[in-house]
């Protein structure tokens, strides 16, 4: 049997170490590897190489295409996906997230382990910029003013050692990169999880060790306080008291059923606003987001940096991308109220971010190939049961 690989990424590395890694866990079975380029790709280009693909790697923007899998893609039995979120799976027609399917199409696993560190330095040196008025030195500089007359403005911050820093969506890789980092610096972390642990379950869902993070402290030592969303009352008393308690507050959640809105722009049975939590953050909070903009309508954000409920927000990723230059984020907010990127905080530097999940994954997925052909030589039906690292849950989302 050929086993036919199908990188679509704009990572053009990965192709090569693919063929590499295939080598080096001595896969079982004779492959062919083909590649599209992502970025320069066409659909129709894409199509024709899922049509045979047994295994897919790359980014999940071309996910739609997957869409009735028995005919789209009916060889198809894994995809790594080079992203941590996942809702471009959740968009395909039928989505399995619906009871359509007996058994799921194919096993998605995400990009769990590529982006945190350098997410976590984002938020670290975001965190640094605001308290320190970085930027507007810069803009000073800029109008060839002297930064030494507006001195004492720039002299009063506190020491990330003074610093609480709540982490939304605490216990999957992202978050526990960042609060590695954090608390090594001195910060406390308090976190944001979506369902209390049960007696005797690690505070923090186990990841895989990669060698930039060898030398940090472990996940499970940072957490100071947990907080479950999972079951809060009507008021949202766990999600208002972690929020209180945040002199920064990183929200690193996916979009899920769960998620959309959860910080401001939800109706009650009535169809009238729901108050947002961030009532309850200090008037001096920092707000960063590096999760999704679905997190909070775009509309009550703006309002809520307007009336100085929160004292700035970062934010990487928006409601909507790209961001239109009508939106009220660039025409009503100062650089004093909010600081916006292009969705770049988590960008992989080169192509070995990928090599420890890949290669644990294709040795997993090698061993379970083997075991369904050999019951299938035995008269068994056996079909493989996925161990592979990071399987997407459907039902959830993420």
Request: with cysteine; hydrophobic share 35%; glycine share 6%.
């Amino acid at each position: 049997m050929i086993f036919n690989f199908f990188v679509c990424s704009a990572v053009k590395e990965i192709p090569e170490k693919l063929e590499k890694f295939l080598k080096e866990i001595e896969f079982p079975f004779e492959t062919r590897i083909s590649y599209v380029d992502r970025l320069s790709g066409t659909d129709d280009e894409i199509k024709t190489q899922l049509k045979s693909a047994h295994v897919v790697i790359g980014e999940p923007h071309f996910a739609h295409l997957l869409s009735n899998p028995e005919i789209s893609c009916p060889n198809l039995r894994w995809f790594q996906s080079t992203a941590a979120g996942l809702e471009y799976f959740m968009k395909m027609n039928p989505c399995p997230y619906f009871p359509t399917f007996a058994k799921l199409p194919f096993v998605v696993t995400r990009g769990a382990t590529f982006y945190g560190p350098t997410m976590a330095e984002y938020c670290i040196s975001m965190m640094i910029a605001v308290q320190r008025s970085f930027f507007k030195m810069k803009e000073v500089q800029i109008k060839l003013d002297s930064p030494y007359v507006d001195r004492d403005n720039y002299t009063k911050f506190p020491l990330l050692s003074q610093l609480t820093v709540g982490i939304m969506g605490a216990t999957g890789s992202i978050g526990q990169d960042i609060a590695r980092r954090l608390y090594a610096l001195g910060c406390t972390v308090i976190g944001l999880c979506r369902r209390k642990r049960k007696e005797g379950e690690p505070i923090v869902t186990p990841q895989v060790e990669t060698p930039v993070n060898a030398h940090l402290p472990p996940s499970e030592l940072c957490f100071e306080e947990m907080y479950p969303i999972l079951g809060d009352d009507e008021k949202q008393t766990s999600l208002r008291t972690f929020l209180s308690k945040a002199d920064v507050v990183i929200n690193v959640l996916p979009t899920t059923l769960e998620t959309i809105h959860l910080l401001g722009g939800r109706l009650d049975s009535e169809g009238k606003e729901i108050p947002s939590p961030m009532e309850s953050c200090k008037k001096s909070c920092i707000f960063i987001n590096i999760g999704r903009g679905t997190i909070i309508k775009e509309d009550v954000l703006v309002d809520i940096l307007k009336k100085g409920t929160i004292s700035h927000a970062v934010l990487d990723v928006q409601e909507m991308e790209p961001l239109p230059s009508s939106s009220r984020l660039l025409t009503e907010l100062s650089p004093d109220q909010v600081t916006i990127t292009p969705h770049c905080s988590g960008w992989p530097q080169n192509g070995d971010f990928i090599t420890p999940l890949l290669k644990e994954n294709l040795s997993r997925f090698a061993a379970g190939m083997k075991a369904e052909e050999s019951a299938l030589k035995e008269g068994r039906t056996e079909e493989w049961v996925p161990d592979l690292l990071y399987i997407m849950n459907w039902k959830e989302g993420y």
